[in-house]
């Protein structure tokens, strides 16, 4: 056992040094430490595993270990792999039926981190697991907490991955006890990060006709302080407030509200993202035509709800921003929040006259800036909020 770990690491970085990642394929590999403990994980487990959307550490496993290994994946660059089996996550049944219920270990990390996704990529954990005594350990956002545990009944672990080109923090979630995974990552974290029960995040999930889910109990909506995180949870039914002492003031009420806005521009966002990843003809794009057209639908009614929106609240919204109403003006003529871009981005990917991954990398683009504006306000949130406190202690 310990020389397959020794010989894991060189494997590892072989596989993180010659195989680049597609961004139009959402594929962002772990760092080499982080492969090096996940590959660790599948050492010490001994059976079979699956490493569902995990070719990083499905190519770093010592060549013992990997013979008894499957990796499914949506990328035929590896097809011809032996133990490479494709995999559609839209498609959980299509999982060939002489692998299903034969593996003791399941690694996975989808390419998005919507419950929609998560639901699907569930079905097939519970297709190849060999029984309910299967570990899986799993990696996605920490708001991903109450999800997790509904669908495959998973608790978050100390250890975080590192995947370096990846724009936020992931956490790792499994049915399980390690070691390993019961300590911080020093690439990451070097004081415990788990939240407490006062900021523990919650969700509300949609039920999965495959099997019935554990409930939740107590939702109470809480606040998320994490930059960009907060964008994601719309698509995951994420139920949040801002965090506050008191009765919130107007300003900082009409900035959760350009939050909200926010939140749905990015939706659209995602949704312009998801084909792009799985289209490569144009008989592919056809067929998935229909949710293009009712994505930019989408798309033209959260901007005009936000354009009506910004015109009513105007000079307060530029005050809650602590900005003079021309300076606001002359931002919303450069498009300031992305809403002509993320327009303009659906009617290229439903027109066709774009490459998808040109939609892919556009999306990357915008996903990226809206991460960087809700932060702004966020920040500007807790400004006024430590405005409202100084001011409260100062008559007390």
């Known amino acids: 056992m310990p020389d397959d770990k020794a010989d894991s690491g060189g494997m590892s ?12 394929m959402n594929q962002y590999w772990y760092s080499q430490p ?3 403990v996940f590959i660790n994980e599948v050492v010490d487990n001994g059976g079979c595993a699956a490493l569902v959307s995990t070719p990083s550490i499905y190519f770093g496993l010592p060549p013992d270990v990997r013979a008894r290994c499957h990796l499914l994946d949506f990328d035929r660059q590896w097809e011809n792999d032996p133990g490479f089996v494709f995999y559609d996550y839209n498609e959980p049944e299509g999982i060939p039926h002489g692998i299903r219920g034969t593996f003791d270990f399941l690694l996975i990390d989808p390419p998005f981190i919507t419950s929609e996704a998560w639901a699907l990529y569930a079905k097939a954990a519970k297709l190849l697991m060999k029984s309910q ?4 350990l799993c990696t996605t956002i920490a708001e991903n907490d109450g999800l997790m545990q509904n669908l495959l009944n998973l608790h978050p672990v100390a250890f975080r991955p590192s995947i370096p080109n990846l ?6 979630f499994a049915n399980y006890t390690s070691t390993q995974l019961s300590s911080l990552n020093p690439e990451v974290d070097h004081e415990e990060w788990r939240p407490t029960s006062r900021s523990e995040c919650l969700l509300v999930t949609n039920s999965l006709e495959a099997a019935p889910l554990r409930t939740r109990a107590a939702t109470t ?9 907060r964008m994601y949870l719309a698509d995951c039914g994420v139920s949040i407030a801002e965090e506050s002492d008191g009765p919130l003031g107007p300003e900082v009420q009409l900035l959760m509200q350009l939050r909200k806005h926010l939140d749905a521009i990015f939706k659209c966002v995602a949704v312009a993202s998801l084909p792009a990843s799985r289209l ?3 008989q592919q794009v056809e067929k998935i035509r229909p949710k293009l057209e009712a994505a930019r639908k989408q798309t033209e009614t959260a901007a005009a709800d936000f354009g009506a929106w910004l015109s009513t609240n105007h000079n307060e919204i530029a005050e809650a921003l602590g900005e003079t109403p021309e300076a606001f003006s002359a931002s919303l003529l450069g498009d300031r929040w992305r809403v002509r871009s993320v327009v303009e981005l659906m009617e290229a990917a439903c027109d066709g006259n774009t490459t998808q991954s040109e939609v892919a990398t556009s999306s990357k683009q915008h996903t990226v800036a809206l991460f960087r504006l809700s932060g702004q306000v966020l920040d500007r949130i807790k400004e006024l909020k430590r405005q409202k406190a100084r001011s409260v202690s100062l008559c007390i």
Do not use: H, M, N, W
Not at 13 to 24: R, V
Not at 133 to 136: E, P, Q, R, Y
């Open 280 to 282: 490569s003809t144009r």
């Open 167 to 172: 724009v936020y923090q992931y956490s790792a």
């Open 13 to 24: 970085s072989s596989f993180l040094t010659t195989t680049g990642e597609k961004q139009d």
């Open 34 to 36: 982080t492969a090096d």
């Open 133 to 136: 005594g299967a570990k899986v």
């Open 221 to 229: 909506p809480v606040s998320i302080s994490s930059t960009g995180t």
